[in-house]
């Protein structure tokens, strides 16, 4: 990674043209050997639990694989889920390159954890395009800081990966929406590692086309 960040993709010339003229090839590296390291120590081991033990869903809520939740409060205490976030939303506004980078490095270290920071990021994404100011301020900070994190309820029994054939309605009503539908695989929809989650739900206006 260091090679192709330092060779294929000019990361210091990206840096130079992007603005970011104290962010350089040896600060990526220095990034990436301490992901590794979080990786190595604390990840890895933890994938071999996820296979054997899998979630545990209750009555009313869902119970995350053991030693998940210690694992993400180091990861977001060390601020891991701001990296890419832009400094008015209190994140690290490093490259997005470097993200993908070290997004890389948690997936290859265990997915069923890393889908979990990657959800957050997406939703964080979304919001920070879309979102008025005043839900920025109220959403982006606690995800950032790892406080909540974030879903994108997308597919549809029927639907599939065909985002145009999806069902949900989103029908305005006054600074809200009403949502009508139903969805399904949602990705770290329900753990107890954070007192709040975000869920983004795709749902289409009453005066879209129909595809």
């Given amino acids: 990674m260091d ?5 294929v993709v000019d990361f210091d010339g990206l ?7 104290e962010i350089n090839a040896d600060l990526a590296e220095t990034i990436l050997a301490e ?19 899998g979630a545990k869903m209750g009555a009313q809520s869902v119970k995350e694989n053991s030693g998940f939740k210690d694992a993400y409060r180091q990861f977001a205490n060390a601020g891991w889920l701001s990296l890419t976030v832009a400094e008015d939303f209190w994140g690290q506004n ?3 390159c470097l993200g993908t ?3 890389e490095i948690w997936h290859s270290a265990n997915m069923a954890f890393a889908l979990c920071p990657m959800l957050s990021q997406g939703a964080m994404k979304a919001i920070g395009h879309h979102a008025s100011d005043a839900l920025k301020a109220l959403y982006l900070r606690k995800m950032a800081a790892g406080e909540w994190t974030g879903t994108m309820n997308i597919t549809e029994a029927d639907a ?3 985002l145009a054939a999806i069902k949900a309605k989103a029908k305005p ?5 009403l949502i009508t539908g139903q969805k399904m695989f949602i990705t770290w929809g329900d753990h107890g590692m954070t007192d709040n989650i975000v869920h983004l739900v795709l749902a289409r ?3 879209v086309p129909p595809v």
């Fill in 3 to 7: 090679f192709v960040l330092r060779k």
């Fill in 15 to 21: 840096c130079t043209v992007a603005g970011h003229d």
């Fill in 35 to 53: 992901a590794g390291r979080l990786s190595s120590e604390v990840l890895v081991p933890l994938n071999r639990v996820g296979d054997r033990e």
């Fill in 94 to 96: 490093l490259p997005n």
């Fill in 101 to 103: 980078a070290v997004n």
């Fill in 160 to 162: 599939g990966s065909d």
């Fill in 173 to 177: 009503s006054g600074e809200h929406y």
């Fill in 205 to 207: 206006l009453p005066d």
